[in-house]
């Protein structure tokens, strides 16, 4: 199993969801395996944000047969616990569950959103599939708030070529997309009039549409059989009424990090 430092960062509070999409990796045979990595990342503060901070991604990764604990990179899932119920050559099909590791957003990451209630760490259930070639990856997911703390829901859908100069080195890069419940935009871009009252901005309801729209672009390099060296940068757009909110401050999101991992 090979950890994805892109979905380590996909689903940090820091950063849009999947602002840097996941690249599936081949599975190992069905005996138990283990990947143990770090990366740093620097990611806008909250979703909106004009200023960015670093964030140290510790990444870890368990499976045994069809089950995994940890990074999930078929389902931008930085960590969790789930199975696989397809996993031919091309398609893999499977579920997990998942918590927040922090808070998505807080009232002190930024002073404009003094006065805005933090949004709570929540448990999340995902069903994913993704459609790999040696060229191409399509990867998709569905994520619900299980957890009652109105993150609503998502769905993500990416597209990465890929393309192989050496046996160690590749390059991804790829479109994708996040749509977002009317409950999910509005806990992280809506405005109620509570809030209008304690923060001083507007009141803004965004509904259900279209929370992210990105590029990524990626390189892994394979050292040897068990080290693995890469780095991934994202641009995301936050789009149509999620970028007119007046929480966000900035439109166009950029996030980029390196990372290493360890496979035995």
Request: net charge negative; hydrophobic share 40%.
């Given at each position: ?208 549409g279209l929370a992210a729209v990105r590029f990524s672009v990626g390189a892994m390099y394979q050292l040897d059989k068990d080290w693995t060296l890469g780095a ?33």
């Amino acid at each position: 199993m090979m950890l994805s430092a892109g979905a380590a960062l996909a689903q940090t509070g820091s950063a849009p969801s999947a602002v840097v999409a996941a690249t599936p990796q081949d599975l190992p045979d069905d005996g138990l395996h283990y990947s143990l990595g770090f990366g740093a990342f620097v990611a806008p503060k909250y979703a909106g944000a004009s200023d960015s901070h670093v964030i140290p991604a510790p990444l870890f990764g368990v499976r045994y047969d069809r089950f995994f604990l940890g990074t999930v990179p078929d389902a931008n899932v930085p960590f969790g616990i789930g199975a696989y119920l397809d996993r031919d050559n091309a398609i893999r099909v499977g579920v997990a569950l998942s918590a927040d590791l922090v808070k998505p957003r807080k009232s002190s990451d930024d002073a404009r959103l003094t006065g805005m209630p933090d949004i709570e760490r929540t448990a999340h259930a995902t069903v994913f599939a993704s459609y790999n070639l040696a060229w191409l990856s399509v990867v998709s997911s569905a994520t619900q708030d299980i957890g009652g703390k109105d993150q609503g829901a998502t769905a993500t859908l990416d597209v990465l070529g890929k393309y192989r100069p050496t046996e160690q080195l590749t390059f991804t890069a790829g479109p994708g997309v996040t749509w977002g419940s009317s409950q999910y935009n509005q806990t992280f871009y809506g405005v109620t009039a509570a809030d209008s009252a304690s923060s001083g901005l507007a009141q803004y309801t965004p509904g259900s549409g279209l929370a992210a729209v990105r590029f990524s672009v990626g390189a892994m390099y394979q050292l040897d059989k068990d080290w693995t060296l890469g780095a991934r940068i994202g641009a995301t757009r936050l789009p149509g009424d999620v970028g007119d909110s007046p929480i966000v401050e900035k439109k166009n999101q950029m996030t980029y990090g390196v990372f290493t991992n360890y496979n035995f």
